[in-house]
């Protein structure tokens, strides 16, 4: 078993959950690289010298352009604000590491497509962390999808509601705040919880046409942690969008801070000429399922709690009827990942994928400010 | 078409029931008899006027006695307390008329033999108002389970949960509460509720073998409505049984008055070889089904709307979606007793149906005194 | 008590819903009238005269305007297709009857504008069937927001969906049908299934500003019963639209007879400062409640049974735990027309009320022609 | 910090579950000690082996007595057989090692006394692997209890329903089947199951008084994978009992491998004076909480997400609403179990607490052969 060593920037939920991913995937997947947690880099060397004890990383780094240099690393992991994905990615492929980005892939579609082109360029492997196309229940929602059960798809819908902003004494940017800050974001609930709905939407039902959006921001000023000052909020509190998907079917999109009751409630269904699927993040190891085709009286809504071997991942874990969580989804994308190192196929998202979101993303952004519909292409 | 002639007596929740069933009942069904809401009975006249007004009945008495001698009525219909339904029945089939009895039958099961006994004798149609068996899910269970969709029956538990008499400051006996009193109600939950679950049962998975029970009095003392004074507590407020099915199931009953939380919330579930059911009364239009012999991955309970037209009785309400409520149960009672009138099948339970589920509550009862098993045939 | 003589046209699934909220009302409610069904009218004799006879109208009439002359006649009740009601509300007003109409008001906004000017000035009482009002959850819903539980509303979102007309072989107009022929019935959904979240949410949350529209029709011809000739469909199979509310609230609407699983299911949710509601149709008897006051890690979704004498409507009913069904919304809103007989104020919602979610279809039909916003005042 | 060097016997289903605990464990907590996976062992050379290398064991044995005496080991993790727990457990006391058990902690109450009296007597920290006390849904109900928001108890219900051993075709005994082998079970779902639903509800509602048992065998006799010849069976594959609990509750419990439908579910609800609670594992991350002191018309049953930052363990893991799963119950006791190494409190349910568990489950069994009451002390 080869070695595969890891370089983490950052150390926040994001470079939490990926450590973990890398400590726990060898003792459930059989796997040809061994994920080897080799640095960790920050700038503040006191908190990345804590995480790196913490989590085992041999080793830390306070500049990361000195860790994408460093010979005895395969590859970058960028777990920082959106607004530094590019510089270090271009760095990253440069020196012909492979790349696993945390979402979304950038500030916009302009910066992701100077991001495809030099990964491409350079020939490295590179992916996007949309964790949730690996949550098992919504990866077996791909795969009944791709299996023709649900039929001609008429319609998609997905939310992404939170409340944790609707108070105005929260400021804005700082540590586990710049999602708040447009400078450090480049967008609001857009990019951090939209972007994971268009994500699984075009993984699942195919291309989107045109969208249009509406975003409100109803919070207008706020504390800068990092000036000190009240300032002007530049980023979208809530964004809802129609959209058409090339397949013909509509769709709804949402996503809010705003929506008291509801902490990480992100949701999707579909509905087919023959069945539908539902799905939600709080109670992500069920997938609701309905089938036209069951005998008439009997036909209902399916809770299938997906635990069983059978099911995407679950033979690696434990048995039927116990759950994985949350962190699990980041697991199987490094399984993933690994498994494709030495294969031509690519573990998706990789960033030309997660580029059309960005796409998706702009035009919805743009129709909220131009009050028409938008081409998402 | 024919009129059915009703005499009724007693005014309170169960008279207000039946009387809404009788006025529905045509508008509905079509029926070879048309319910005709002869005459109203009760002592107070006062009380009875105002029912008689209020549903629309054509005369009143304030003489049970006399109500069952007068020629313009085919059918009684008793909705008094349980320790006067003995001396009306056994009256109204000397009389030659249907009885149509509230449940629980009789305040036990030697008071049940002799009404049995009574309206066999006499030869007249009889019925008890258990009227969840013809809530359109669990006449639909029955339907599944008499298939055999299940298979071999494993398991079967059931209970009935209610929360309304944990103040201590409740009293015992008067309107709308002879419930607690054990001169007027016999027993506690046990006829009350279990009554309900065990009719049920037997309806569904056969007869019961043999029990063991336990009940208890959490509320030892209560003033009673009628002496003014505070007296001890002669009802069970809580109950609980195991029992062995002829079928070789095993069973859990309970029920109580102490669930704090639950208002009627009537459960069951079935546990076949092939497939299991549920259901609950708080949300009766539904019914619960697992399939095993569905395809492995997509296994799941299934949440069945029960409102379609090939659904139980409910071609004869609304279109797909719609829900109907508890007053329905009674409706449906009604028009399966009218249908039923002319042929030769009894509409069930009968007086000697019922008088089953008098013999499991005696061996309840017994049981809990004699801390042993005993049989309930 | 006073009669109230009913002269009814039409004799569908909403003639049967209507017909038994006027023969219920008065078994339940106390009230200074008495509905009495006087006479029943449609073309057809046969078909009138056994509805009649079903529901017990006391005599038939086979032109609606000889039924309109009648004397003995206080009250229109319109269950006639949408093309119908402009003509029979004029003359309705005219000779000076109080008018129950089925809803939408009309076929658009031009017409409905012509209704509310005849019911003005010819002074009679006026009401729409938007039934879903009288649904006790939503009541209570509508009271919890007017006492302020819910703070500041940033979010509202409503959906009706269906999938009885996903088969290409189900064919537009003739009995039952009528909802798929655009001349019949002006739009599709958006008037059978949007006005209803439409009307429920401007009762809620106000006035809606402003809207951008999508709809769809998904099966393009359809063979006509009329005329027994495949024809180009005109209706809106699906349409969904985004909306500012006055209030700065965000919503999303949608609607659709394609959606595989949902028999009726009418959702809304709405979330606001300090508190969150939602409720669907497919258990009306249940509110969902999330308050962001209760003690921090307790905090959760209620789930309130609405079946206490404490909740809109129900001790006229029967007992906590008991649920009632989908035709109980017709009986509120016949007690509460009753009621405003004699009143000032009237029942809502009135042609005028009606007429706001008529402005908003219009609207939504525009704007998913134009491709734009559209105000919808 | 210090290390813990353990000692790990066995590598199935628990061996995996702990190996994950201590592999985790020092990632999220701030612990005094380092777990550091010292040495497995199991007879089989070849797949300890495997298994050693899969989770990064140090080292390996095939003979348990000598990784017993082994001096760089602190502690014992038993993960084998119920038939062979006494055995160990005694030796690994008498060399002073602490001892992890797996639970049930012995075949009956007799053998379970010798271990306690061993530990005891050697003065060595011990612990039985109850691990369903530290899931945060259930940790959390223990806190609502002790702090008094139930009130008085009235009622205790819980079920363990499984459904994989419905097949004749499914042998007893050898890898993976030992829970069907009388002889290395010691009982059937009595021990596997209702020992876990016994443990939680002493912790959590204090001593039960006297219980009445069924069980049953569905199956009568099955292939043994040992002696190649069809064996009666031993084991109880159902099991319910009443009991009564010094508290003056009342309780039902019941377990079986014949629940078709049901993979793990473990659920268990409580019925409080002023509040009730319930919980199941198929949902482990949620509770439910119904409490009467809310506003009248606004209670409701609240489904409590238990994903934030003040439910129990929450603040180490991720943000509100991220579930964790099964797998994270044993790392909280591993957290717990270290916590306790320097104190003088014991990490519970120590052998001693364990022990209550066997007497009931003794009881329990006895009951269901004398048809009788049995005394559970």
């Not at 459930?28 to 994920?35: G, M, Q, S, T």
């Not at 004890?53 to 080793?59: L, T």
């Not at 959006?213 to 964004?239: N, P």
């Not at 997938?287 to 299938?304: A, V």
Request: a neutral charge; hydrophobic letters at 40%.
């Amino acid at each position: 078993m080869k070695d595969l060593r890891i370089g983490m920037i950052g150390y926040g939920f994001m470079g939490r959950a990926h450590s973990n991913a890398y400590a726990k995937v060898n003792h459930f997947f059989d796997l040809p690289y061994r994920a080897v947690l080799k640095a960790a880099c920050a700038r503040d060397k006191e908190k990345v010298d804590a995480f790196a004890k913490q989590w085992g990383y041999e080793s830390v780094e306070t500049d990361w352009k000195k860790l994408i240099e460093r010979k005895d690393i395969d590859a970058i992991d960028i777990c920082t604000p959106n607004n530094t994905h590019k510089e270090m990615a271009l760095a990253a492929a440069k020196a012909g590491k492979m790349i696993l980005c945390e979402k979304p892939l950038s500030m916009n579609a302009a910066e992701g497509e100077e991001m495809c082109q030099a990964v491409e360029k350079a020939g490295v492997k590179n992916m996007v962390w949309y964790n949730y196309r690996r949550v098992p229940a919504v990866t077996f929602a791909k795969q009944l999808i791709d299996e023709g059960k649900l039929g001609r798809i008429f319609h998609f819908r997905a939310k992404f509601l939170q409340d944790w902003t609707i108070s105005a004494d929260l400021p804005q940017g700082g540590a586990g705040l710049w999602r708040l800050d447009v400078g450090a974001a480049g967008s609001g609930v857009t990019g951090d919880l939209l972007a994971h709905c268009i994500d699984t939407a075009l993984w699942l039902n195919g291309g989107i046409k045109s969208v249009s959006g509406m975003t409100e921001t109803f919070i207008k000023e706020r504390k800068h942690t990092l000036s000190g000052k009240v300032e002007k909020v530049g980023i979208d509190d809530a964004c809802a969008f129609l959209a058409r998907f090339d397949n013909g079917s509509l769709a709804t999109f949402e996503s809010t801070r705003y929506a008291r009751g509801h902490k990480a409630l992100y949701t999707f269904e579909i509905n087919g000429e023959h069945a539908s699927i539902a799905w939600d993040l709080h109670d992500l190891h069920r997938l609701q399922y309905f089938d036209h085709r069951d005998e008439g009286p009997l036909r209902g809504w399916r809770s299938i709690h997906i635990t069983d071997g059978d099911h995407p991942y679950m033979k690696h874990w434990w048995v039927p009827g116990l759950q994985i969580g949350y962190e699990h989804s980041f697991v199987h994308q490094v399984a993933d990942f690994i498994e494709s190192i030495d294969g031509k196929q690519a573990a998706q998202p990789d960033f030309r994928s997660a580029q059309e979101t960005q796409k998706v993303c702009d035009a919805v952004l743009n129709s909220a400010k131009s009050g028409k519909w938008e081409s998402a292409k």
